[in-house]
T-cell receptor
């Protein structure tokens, strides 16, 4: 079974721009969660989608948004990028959102 | 979810057992202990989880104290490839996995 895939793997943007990241979960997994990882803050939960609905949300500003499609693929969008948004963005999937999660390799976003 | 405390770093000789401790003194009766690890620049990888009984799989063993206030992850024969950051988290199993709170973890360095 193929693992969780994320595209692109690396991205460089400038302040004020917006960005869309994509995540394809493991086949059959309906839950997709997004995390932001920075050296200072560690691994922080952004939001979780299950069956195209946002089920949980972390403490991030409204500039961070996401969606999930009927095939469970998910996208994450960050508008009006700030320097502090530079981070590794990780996507994780699980069959129902309960139990262990399977993480993708991440997208390394650099904001200049 | 209960908070966990882990030592920031540990060393282990290659071929020896690596014992990684985790304190979760405020754990609730319905919270499970999960362990993940993150090798540099990759997404976290699920290792093992348990409620109150000791658990073993092909990767590791999990020993949970009788009062469930602490646990130890054991890698029986550490290799250089086990060098990673190890995260211990506690979570109610039937709640959304995406809400997992990852702390700072323990950086395990396996030395030849």
């Amino acid at each position: 079974k193929a693992g969780v895939t994320q595209t692109p793997r690396y991205l460089i943007k400038t302040r004020g721009q917006q960005v869309t990241l994509s995540c394809s979960p493991i086949s059959g997994h309906r839950s997709v969660s997004w995390y932001q990882q920075t050296p200072g803050q560690g691994l922080q939960f952004l939001f979780e989608y299950f069956s195209e609905t946002q089920r949980n949300k972390g403490n991030f500003p409204g500039r961070f948004s996401g969606r999930q499609f009927s095939n469970s693929r998910s996208e994450m969008n960050v508008s009006t990028l700030e320097l502090g948004d530079s981070a590794l963005y990780l996507c994780a999937s699980s069959p129902t959102g309960v139990g262990e999660q399977f993480f993708g390799p991440g997208t390394r976003l650099t904001v200049l | 979810d209960a908070k966990t405390t882990q030592p920031p770093s540990m060393d282990c000789a290659e071929g020896r057992a690596a014992n990684l401790p985790c304190n979760h003194s405020t754990i609730s009766g319905n919270e499970y202990v999960y362990w993940y690890r993150q090798i540099h620049s990759q997404g976290p990888q699920y290792i093992i989880h348990g409620l109150k009984n000791n658990e073993t799989n092909e990767m590791a063993s999990l020993i949970i104290t009788e009062d469930r206030k602490s646990s130890t992850l054991i890698l029986p024969h550490a290799t250089l490839r086990d060098t990673a950051v190890y995260y211990c988290i506690v979570r109610v199993a039937n709640t959304n996995a995406g809400k997992s709170t990852f702390g700072d973890g323990t950086t395990l360095t396996v030395k030849p």
